[in-house]
Each structure stands twice: as structure tokens, then as C-alpha cells.
Nanobody, 124 residues
Framework: QVQLVESGGGLVQAGGSLRLSCAASGGTFGNYAMGWFRQAPGKEREHVAAISRSAYTTYYADFVKGRFTISRDNAKNTVYLQMNSLKPEDTAVYFC?????????????????WGQGTQVTVSS
């Protein structure tokens, strides 16, 4: 059983930056591909970024390409999401997720474990 704990969310002005972290425990972190998803009020959960277990492959949603960067540190059992040039429409609860696979995925149904989420609010 893998436990995931997100941190780093908060309130930021448009154009600002935040770095989200997701610390994993209870499993062999290097066996899991990781993803970040988000859910805004009244909207469905959507994929933001994903990274393979080796970090060789990354995927991004079109609306974050060039602004967000996903990375991982397998020695620290942590995955990160660096978010730059934030926009008010990026406001959401951000979740990290783990899937027992080498390849990253964009589909939330393919993930086995989820964190509780961290709130990101971007003011205009």
C-alpha cells in the first residue's frame, strides 16, 4: 500500500510560481510511474503531467506545456510539479497519483494510489 502526501500548494498571484511536492511511502517508489491531476470546482478531474518510473518519459496536458515541469527524485521518494506563469484558470486541487507500471499515463483510471490533494489558488 502506497501513501502519497502532497504539499506546496497555496495562494499566488497570476504570473507567479509554485512548486508542488508529493512524498511517497509504503512501497518501492522506483516501481511506480507518477502523475499529477487537478480538479476545479464543478469540473472533472483532469490530467496535468505524468512521468515514467525512470523519468525518461514525461507527458503534459496542452494547457500546461511550457509552463509546468514534472520531475522525480527516486532517492527521496518524491515527485515534483514546478508551476510557472500561473493563471487564474490553474486554480484547482492538485492530486498526485501512482501506478505500478514503468510507463506514464494520462488516464486517471490507470492509477492505483492517490494523495489527498493540495489547493492551488491563483488570483488575478
Amino acid at each position: 500500500q502506497v501513501q502519497l502526501v502532497e504539499s506546496g500548494g497555496g495562494l499566488v498571484q497570476a504570473g507567479g510560481s509554485l512548486r508542488l511536492s508529493c512524498a511517497a511511502s509504503g512501497g518501492t517508489f522506483g516501481n511506480y510511474a507518477m502523475g499529477w491531476f487537478r480538479q476545479a470546482p464543478g469540473k472533472e478531474r483532469e490530467h496535468v503531467a505524468a512521468i515514467s518510473r525512470s523519468a525518461y518519459t514525461t507527458y503534459y496536458a496542452d494547457f500546461v506545456k511550457g509552463r509546468f515541469t514534472i520531475s522525480r527524485d527516486n532517492a527521496k521518494n518524491t515527485v515534483y510539479l514546478q508551476m510557472n506563469s500561473l493563471k487564474p484558470e490553474d486554480t484547482a486541487v492538485y492530486f498526485c497519483a501512482a501506478r505500478l507500471a514503468s510507463r506514464a499515463g494520462r488516464d486517471a483510471s490507470g492509477y492505483d494510489y492517490w494523495g489527498q490533494g493540495t489547493q492551488v489558488t491563483v488570483s488575478s
